[in-house]
T-cell receptor, first 111, second 114 residues
Framework: QQQVKQSPQSLIVQKGGISIINCAYE??????FPWYQQFPGKGPALLIA?????SEKKEGRFTISFNKSAKQFSLHIMDSQPGDSATYFC??????????FGTGTSLTVIP | EAGVAQSPRYKIIEKRQSVAFWCNPI?????LYWYQQILGQGPKLLIQ????????DSQLPKDRFSAERLKGVDSTLKIQPAKLEDSAVYLC????????????FGEGSWLTVV
């Protein structure tokens, strides 16, 4: 059973555009929602994270929007750049520091 | 601060052979994870240690996979015998318990079973 559902599977965006990746979850006990960025041949690296008592968090061009009632959260990448081309994973943390990951979104930003 | 170290980075073995991966977590990180990442999928937790004790190994195929963290620091993940479907990247990660908001991943060990 997939604890965290992520969409879309792949995304192509023009340079300067907005990239939006969505995730949904069912377990209301999740208490922390990070996003990871993974480049080919590398391990996932933390990009930005949010707690469920906050509706939005922004760091530079990256913003997480969190809707607790809908059990959904999304990553917005503003002014997308070719260097943002990577695979993005949402995740959710459960009790015991256990993290569940989405299936990933492959983002390609074309010049 | 040194990151999570893993070795070997790449391994190619024939099915039914055995393989072992090693991980050294970030210094002071008591929680260590092994994840399996199949191409095009998200990481799947195989086993989680707190110091040298197992917290969760519910998704570890125990008939062929084993892992240990004897001294509460580095860890070894073993596969014996390997199957074709074990071809994946094995990611080690670590975190600080209690303040474990973030887990830090190594670069992974790429396994190809032929």
């Amino acid at each position: 059973q997939q604890q965290v559902k992520q969409s879309p599977q792949s995304l192509i965006v023009q340079k300067g555009g907005i990239s939006i990746i969505n995730c949904a979850y069912e377990n209301t006990a999740f208490d922390y929602f990070p996003w990871y960025q993974q480049f080919p041949g590398k391990g996932p690296a933390l990009l930005i994270a949010i707690r469920p008592d906050v509706s939005e968090k922004k760091e530079g061009r990256f913003t997480i929007s969190f809707n607790k009632s809908a059990k959904q959260f999304s990553l917005h990448i503003m002014d997308s750049q070719p260097g943002d081309s990577a695979t993005y994973f949402c995740a959710a943390r459960a009790q015991g520091n256990q993290f569940y990951f989405g299936t990933g979104t492959s983002l390609t930003v074309i010049p | 601060e040194a990151g999570v170290a893993q070795s070997p980075r790449y391994k190619i073995i024939e099915k039914r052979q055995s393989v072992a991966f090693w991980c050294n977590p970030i210094s002071g990180h008591a929680t260590l994870y092994w994840y399996q990442q199949i191409l095009g999928q998200g990481p799947k937790l195989l086993i989680q240690f707190q110091n040298n004790g197992v917290v969760d190994d519910s998704q570890l195929p125990k008939d062929r996979f084993s892992a240990e963290r004897l001294k509460g620091v580095d860890s070894t993940l073993k596969i014996q015998p390997a199957k074709l479907e074990d071809s994946a990247v094995y990611l080690c990660a670590s975190s600080v318990p209690g303040r474990g908001n973030t887990i830090y991943f190594g670069e992974g060990s790429w396994l190809t079973v032929v």
